[in-house]
């Protein structure tokens, strides 16, 4: 007699669970709801007569059983889903953070429509770690510092150009004319990148200038807007600043220099082939460029 086997709908269940630790949240996940999602889950541990999930008051973690079952499925699952993508391709979905979407993408993706009107194009604003075929992400841009997924393609796009900006008038009120000078500055910092001032001073050759924030924002978006609104002198990356130093709002006394941090652009590697994919590569990668020229000589003459 042939054993009986499991659901298809129980093993997404338990999948659903095991990686998101909350049969909650993978009923969420799953549209369905979390006594639906539990009886999959107990159907199972009865056709294959082990425990499956240590159930918590916190969390559900799976049992050593239930993790060899949910890698195999998670692997299983997303293969499935490679293929479906493969076959019909849906829109590309490009990920990167709030800031860069803000600052440096939107102000030129009409350049990329314009290249490539059949191109249909969506967005992710996460600056974190991903899964390409759970999340649906086509490619990400992200810092050198935060580690891809294990199969991603890899693509370097430019070291990034970190310095202090304020407003012109914050410059004027301060008199900062050497950056021993920022040290009777309002210092302003980001959560998101706290080593932002460590970085820029450690490749300005003034690690020795102890500076210590008097003000914190969330995100480099607020921290800009703060700066610009002349609370104080914040150190960004120069690409989102780009528009704002050409229209006068903010201005950078001591230039521009390259950081420790290196933008790279991850793609998903059943989508690598993609006509589109490689259309969309090389436009970001030929617009990094472009973004980094001149930032040298305009920091040598600002500096002299």
Same mark, same amino acid.
């Given at each position: 007699?042939?054993? %009986?086997?499991?659901?298809?709908?129980?093993?997404?269940?338990?999948?659903?669970?095991? &990686?998101?630790? =909350? !049969?909650?949240?993978?009923?969420?996940?799953?549209?369905?709801?979390?006594?639906?999602?539990?009886?999959? /889950?107990?159907?199972?541990?009865? #056709?294959?007569?082990? =425990?499956?999930?240590?159930?918590?008051? *916190?969390? #559900?973690?799976? #049992?050593?059983?239930?993790?060899?079952?949910?890698?195999?499925?998670?692997?299983?699952?997303?293969?499935?889903?490679?293929?479906?993508?493969?076959?019909?391709?849906? %829109?590309?979905?490009?990920?990167?953070?709030?800031?860069?979407? !803000?600052?440096?993408?939107?102000?030129?993706?009409?350049?990329?429509?314009?290249?490539? %009107?059949?191109?249909?194009? *969506?967005?992710?604003?996460?600056?974190? *770690? /991903?899964?390409?075929?759970?999340?649906?992400? =086509?490619?990400? /841009?992200?810092?050198?510092?935060?580690?891809?997924?294990?199969?991603?393609? /890899?693509?370097?796009? !430019?070291?990034?150009?970190?310095?202090?900006?304020?407003?012109?008038?914050?410059?004027?009120?301060?008199?900062?004319?050497?950056?021993?000078?920022?040290?009777?500055?309002?210092?302003?910092?980001?959560?998101? &990148?706290? *080593?932002?001032?460590?970085?820029?001073?450690?490749?300005?050759?003034?690690?020795?200038?102890?500076?210590?924030?008097?003000?914190? @924002?969330?995100?480099?978006?607020?921290?800009?807007?703060?700066?610009?609104?002349?609370?104080?002198?914040?150190?960004? %990356?120069?690409?989102?600043?780009?528009?704002?130093?050409?229209?006068?709002?903010?201005?950078?006394? @001591?230039?521009?220099?390259?950081?420790?941090?290196?933008?790279?652009?991850?793609?998903?590697?059943?989508?690598?082939?993609?006509?589109?994919?490689?259309?969309?590569?090389?436009?970001?990668?030929?617009?990094?460029?472009? $973004?980094?020229?001149?930032?040298?000589? $305009?920091?040598?003459? &600002?500096?002299?």
């Amino acid at each position: 007699m042939r054993p %009986p086997r499991p659901s298809l709908n129980a093993l997404r269940a338990f999948e659903a669970t095991a &990686r998101l630790r =909350s !049969m909650t949240l993978a009923a969420d996940e799953l549209c369905v709801t979390h006594g639906a999602v539990s009886r999959q /889950i107990k159907s199972l541990e009865a #056709t294959f007569g082990v =425990s499956l999930l240590t159930r918590g008051a *916190q969390s #559900t973690d799976p #049992t050593p059983d239930g993790l060899r079952l949910a890698e195999g499925l998670s692997a299983a699952f997303n293969m499935i889903h490679a293929t479906i993508e493969q076959l019909k391709p849906g %829109p590309l979905t490009l990920s990167c953070s709030a800031s860069i979407m !803000m600052y440096w993408l939107i102000p030129r993706i009409g350049r990329f429509h314009e290249q490539h %009107p059949d191109v249909e194009l *969506q967005f992710n604003m996460n600056y974190e *770690q /991903i899964d390409f075929v759970r999340d649906k992400i =086509s490619v990400a /841009i992200r810092s050198s510092t935060i580690e891809p997924p294990k199969d991603a393609i /890899i693509r370097d796009l !430019m070291i990034e150009w970190i310095g202090p900006v304020c407003s012109p008038e914050y410059l004027d009120s301060v008199r900062l004319k050497k950056p021993a000078d920022l040290a009777r500055a309002r210092v302003l910092s980001t959560k998101t &990148r706290a *080593q932002a001032w460590p970085d820029w001073l450690a490749a300005s050759g003034n690690g020795a200038l102890e500076l210590r924030p008097q003000e914190s @924002f969330e995100h480099f978006y607020l921290l800009i807007q703060a700066a610009a609104c002349g609370l104080g002198v914040a150190a960004v %990356p120069h690409m989102l600043v780009m528009q704002d130093l050409r229209s006068g709002k903010l201005v950078a006394p @001591f230039g521009f220099l390259p950081g420790p941090r290196q933008l790279v652009l991850w793609v998903a590697p059943h989508l690598g082939l993609r006509q589109e994919i490689q259309a969309l590569e090389n436009w970001l990668a030929a617009e990094m460029r472009a $973004s980094v020229t001149g930032i040298a000589d $305009s920091s040598t003459r &600002r500096s002299q």
